[in-house]
C-alpha cells in the first residue's frame, strides 16, 4: 500500500510558476512509476506527466498541453515527486492528483495503469 499526499498547490496568475510536490509513504519508493493527473472544472481526469521508475529508466512523459512549460521530477532520498509548471495558463486550473504504479503493464499515460492515488490538491489560475 501506497499513500499519497500532494502539496504546492494555490491561486496564481497566468504566467506564473508552481511547484507540485507529491510524498509517498512506501519504503520502496524507486520501485514505483509515479504520474500527475488533473481534473478541470467539469472535464474527466487527464493525464499530465509520468516518470518511470528508476529501475525502468525514469522515462518522462508529458501530455501535449503542458510540453515545454511543465518538468516532472522525482527525488528518491525524499520519496517525493515533483511537477514545476511554468507560465501558467487559466485552462491549467484543475485539482491536480498524484498516482503511483508498481510497473504492472499498460500505458503510463492511462489512469487505469495506476494503482494508487493521492487526494489532490487545487490549482487555480486566473487571468
Known amino acids: 500500500q501506497v499513500q499519497l499526499v500532494e502539496s504546492g498547490g494555490g491561486l496564481v496568475q497566468a504566467g506564473d510558476s508552481l511547484r507540485l510536490s507529491c510524498a509517498a509513504s512506501?519504503?520502496?519508493?524507486?520501485?514505483?512509476?509515479m504520474a500527475w493527473f488533473r481534473r478541470a472544472p467539469g472535464k474527466e481526469r487527464e493525464f499530465v506527466s509520468a516518470?518511470?521508475?528508476?529501475?525502468?529508466?525514469?522515462?518522462?512523459y508529458y501530455a501535449d498541453s503542458v510540453k515545454g512549460r511543465a518538468t516532472i521530477s522525482r527525488d528518491s532520498a525524499k520519496k517525493a515527486v515533483y511537477l514545476q509548471m511554468n507560465s501558467l495558463k487559466p485552462e491549467d486550473t484543475a485539482i491536480y492528483y498524484c498516482?503511483?504504479?508498481?510497473?504492472?503493464?499498460?500505458?503510463?499515460?492511462?489512469?487505469?495503469?495506476?494503482?494508487?492515488w493521492g487526494q489532490g490538491t487545487q490549482v487555480t489560475v486566473t487571468s
Open positions: 498516482a503511483a504504479r508498481n510497473n504492472g503493464g499498460g500505458s503510463y499515460t492511462t489512469q487505469a495503469s495506476y494503482d494508487f
Open positions: 512506501t519504503r520502496s519508493f524507486s520501485d514505483y512509476s
Open positions: 516518470i518511470r521508475s528508476r529501475w525502468t529508466g525514469g522515462t518522462t
